[in-house]
């Protein structure tokens, strides 16, 4: 099931009840906030007031292992990442506390990521095309 652009919602959960993989956006709305801090300093207030408005539209990286847990799901691949993690160790930062709720796989998608659920299978087997 893929998810897009939503904040956590008892239909998302619903529809992924029991699915092998949800796709699911996801926002850091701690990295957001130093951006938006950022943009303060900087006295960009139109930059500042957008990282501050798109956090009402997004689901943060718990609230969609939260979601995935609730609806039983074995993977779950967060897409559609905000802001942006340009080096690796962001992404440690970015899914701190999934663990936590989400006893599943969890992964940070990234262009070239490839999932195969194989018929007759359980396995979701993850390899990178590029």
């Known amino acids: 099931m893929i998810s897009g652009d939503t904040t956590p919602s008892v239909h998302v959960t619903k529809a992924a009840q029991g699915v092998d993989v949800l796709i699911h956006e996801a926002m850091s709305m701690e990295l957001m906030k130093l951006l938006q801090e950022g943009a303060k300093t900087a006295k960009r207030d139109k930059l500042e007031q957008i990282m501050k408005d798109i956090t ?12 995935a847990q609730q609806a039983q799901v074995s993977y779950l691949l967060l897409n559609h990442i905000a802001p942006p993690l340009p080096l690796p160790g962001l992404v440690d930062a970015f899914l701190k506390g999934t663990a936590e709720v989400f006893k599943g796989k969890i992964q940070v998608a990234k262009d070239g990521d490839f999932l195969s659920l194989p018929a007759g299978k359980k396995s979701i087997d993850v390899s990178h095309r590029f």
């Open 56 to 67: 009402d539209y997004h689901t943060s990286p718990v609230q969609a292992a939260e979601i």
